[in-house]
């Protein structure tokens, strides 16, 4: 009793204005909540939260009252929904209601601290106010109730014997930046509409409010374009395989090309009003002059090479050679050609289209990674360098990026690229998402260019999360503790000019959505909390505390998540007799790792990991398992020593 008195005392005076707490139930009021502890743990940590005395309990009928419930909409029915589907209550709305549960109230006079997408959220003993400028600001405060509530909140079906509690709280919230990304590739392996959807539906719950998507790709063109029909006829579809993606055999020309897919336009509409009532943009991508066979295995006259009318869709064969480094050698010739004029009138085509089917201001054209090889012995290229007085390939690529530039904004959008539209002189309109490192973002910043910051060192979610055994390998890692380190604004760049930051999902090696969801979480929480919270208030102990409590709310969602937390980070190395030496790290703190060389399998009554391992001389696996306390946590690894021996070469 003395240590809750004690707490709430601490509590009213208090004003939490680091991370939020962790505190067990009986600090906060008692939960018979069965799966989870009562917490506050929001992601992404909120720009000011207070803990307030007492709790606040769902009463059977819940009112939600909103002061224009015709523009509030879509945040009635998103509360409305998770209240009714995991508590059984009742909700209404009524018009008129003296004390309503839940009141939603739009601004008159903006609060200029709140801007476009910020909100108040006060949770009291009996009532819960959520007050923001915009729509949108209700909704992102209704993500934040959310999480607020028991994890059971999220369940897909009723709960029985949870309190629905909340902590009584202040909350003043509102984002770093107004561009909050995720770029999802479904032009690698294609998604569904359904599954497009879910993906809106996982990245709203974290305040993301830009969906990125990845439409056109050597494997793959996904939207279909009226008068250009071969693009979906035979640029959607390749022959389906498994296994490592890049190295598969090149399928023979009888093998059934049924694999893929596209959205039709009304598709499009769909989603695009799907992620518009959830506060998301979709920034459609274009990916030209590079990763375009999809095109020109479809209209092979708009390729500089002759042989490309017996191109195919890539189904995941070798076509680049990556071995000289950036930009690669292109070994078939998957670019458009910058010198052939039916290329713009194509382009003009599909973004008149793109542009019209796509509210959202800006058009991503790619411009990434296209090989100049096959360029560089062609007539039609040497022409127009004569002609405009272009010296160098990247040259020719800024030539063709300028007229794509003129295309998109005479459809009335903004043109943004990737980074390599920088080099042979860039318009001083052009956009720039950064992905080859901060670099190149900071250098266009300071520059004037619009920057979206999504740099592979932080912010690549096809990179591997685990160790190399236990995923689809990826040429490279990204670890959370590092996705968490990113900084979109960083000190040498102007901070006017980035608009934004994003994670990218890249798809080759994911052949299912639940993969999607693997790689994505939880380093978009990472991200989000990047893009959205006061970076003072960002800290990696009570980071991963939370994210160990979001596990708890995805679990009950049924959305695939990685564990790679819990596995340590393997390393080797050779002792100066040439040993063999076997390092685990814990990602974080907390864990204990046993292991065992005997081919069984380890628990906590196996050796414990102290310090770097030598396999005895004739051992043939090592088994690892982590716990924390007396559960088991990590997964079970089993690394054969002739794989390390491997790795220390
Ligand atoms: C990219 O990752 N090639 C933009």
New binding site residues.
Partial sequence: MNKLFLFLSCCIFTANTYAQSIVSETEIGESESAVSPKLIAIIPEPVSLMKKAGTFTLPENVSIQASKSADLKQSIEFLSQRITTATGKSVSTPVSVTHPTIKLILNTHEDAQLGLEGYKLNVNPTQIVITANKPAGIFWGVQSLIQLFPAEIESKELVANVKWKAPCVDVIDYPKLGWRGLMFDVARHFFTKQEVKQFIDDMVRYKFNLLHLHLADDEGWRIEIKGLPKLTELGAWSVKKVGTFGDFIPPTADEPRTYGGFYTQEDIKELVQYAKERFVNILPEI?VPG?SLAIIASYPELSCTPDAVNYKVRSGEKIMDWSRGAPPLALVDNTLCPANEKVYVFLDSVLTQVAKLFPFEYIHM?G??APHNFWEKNEQIKALMQREGLKTMPQVQAYFEKRVEQIVISKGKKFMG???ILEGGVSPTAAV?S??GMKYGIQAANDKHNVVM?P?DFA?LDYMQADVITEPKVYASLRLNKAYQFNPIPASANAKYIIGGQA?L?TEQIFNFRQVQYMVWPRAFAISESVWSPIEKKNWTNFVERTEEQFKRLDLAEVKYSPAIYDPIISVKRSPDKQLMIELTPEIDGLEIYYSFDNSTPDRFYPKYTSALVPPKDASMLRIITYKGKQPIGRLISLPITDLQKRAR
Avoid: A, I, P, Q
Wanted: glycine letters at 6%; zero cysteines; aromatic letters at 24%.
């Fill in positions: 990916d990763h790619g990434d990674e990737w980074d390599e998402m992905w080859r999504s592979t690549y990218n890249w």
